[in-house]
């Protein structure tokens, strides 16, 4: 109960003009990891809008809710494309002005999945990977100005990817947005 009068308390603190919202866009280079297949990086993109949430003066929270397109190339054989609407929560905290370095994690849920052979007339196969991703990401922001700003995150996975072996995600994003 004292937990949740001090988080009232603390929210009331917040005024509505503080919070931002904003737009990003970037680039994924993503594999699994797990089991002992040779891989290649998947290069990929993601996109969405974020909203920061400033709690203190060094301190924020940064929801955001983007689309994601990740996989790997497995054996030069195949690649492995998993698409996901992905929901990273980042607490953020300010070194200095403007650099911030960000923790968080991320739900995310598979929206497309499919394997491609490559160099091959075998059509695209579904790859019944598991619905549901739940990752931890780690990385760092800089401001570029008042409305600009870049970051660089890598989300490692905690759930699987896929069963026998523990197939799981491994993406590095860097990524270009602006706040509104």
Known sequence: ??????????????????????????????????????????????????????????????????????????????????DYLAIPVMAKYYLIEGLSIEVGPQFSFLVNDKGEYINSDLPDEDTNAANIDIGANAGIGYNLGTNLFVQARYNFGISTVAENPDIKNSVFQVALGYKF
């Open 1 to 82: 109960m004292l937990a949740i009068l001090a988080t009232l308390g603390f929210t009331q603190q917040i005024k509505a003009q503080d919070i931002t919202f904003g737009a990003k866009a970037g680039l994924n280079s993503a594999n699994f990891t797990g089991g002992d297949a040779d891989r290649n990086r998947l290069l990929g993109f993601h996109v969405g809008v974020i909203s920061e949430i400033p709690l203190s003066e060094t301190f924020s929270l940064q929801p955001e809710l983007l689309y994601s397109t990740q996989g790997s190339e497995v054996q030069d054989v195949v690649k492995i494309k998993v």
